[in-house]
């Protein structure tokens, strides 16, 4: 991000709502959710995605937050998204299926910690998931996201066996 869209950001991120009444301005409020960005679909995505793997895991642990954290890390990465994604393919809607491919084509920066492959479909999934949330299709949302967290551990699970 460079100084200007910084400065953008604070002088309008935090505005009142036209009528005064203190609530923040919803620029997306009018904009159909198929409509949306999918770079901005996978950004609410993957933060969707990062909680919820981070709230199953206190079902197996409440005092180890570095252990935790170095869980819910490995199973949000885009190599374990990517193995998630591939798993679940099959029961997808022909519109989800859509959903993911636009994430997928959508130009992004690749680290180096995954495959060109691996972090496009992982940005499918998480745009995904953002299309489930912000469309408020929420049990849907849940299947997906356990269904993930399902096949993530279990392959984690064999990885650590294997070692």
């Known amino acids: 991000m460079n100084f200007e869209h910084f400065k953008f950001l604070i002088a309008n991120a935090f505005k009142q709502g036209a009528e005064g009444d203190g609530a923040l301005p919803a620029k997306y409020d009018s904009i159909p959710v198929e409509r949306l960005n999918p770079l901005v679909l996978a950004y609410v995505g993957d933060a969707y995605f990062a909680l919820y793997v981070r709230t199953r895991l206190l079902a197996y642990e409440q005092n180890k937050v570095r252990v935790l954290h170095s869980f819910d890390a ?27 491919r636009r994430g997928r084509n959508a130009k992004v920066n690749v680290p180096k910690s995954a495959t060109i492959a691996e972090y496009r479909c992982s940005t499918g999934f998480e745009a995904l998931l953002g299309y489930l949330y912000l469309g408020e299709k929420f049990d849907r949302l849940s299947e997906i996201a356990e269904n993930a967290f399902v096949v993530i551990s279990r392959e984690m699970t064999n990885t650590a066996k294997k070692i």
Not at 82 to 99: H, K, M, T
């Open 74 to 100: 490995k199973m949000v990465s885009a190599v374990m998204q990517a193995y998630a994604y591939r798993s679940i393919e099959p029961i997808l809607s022909d519109e989800e299926l859509s959903v993911v």
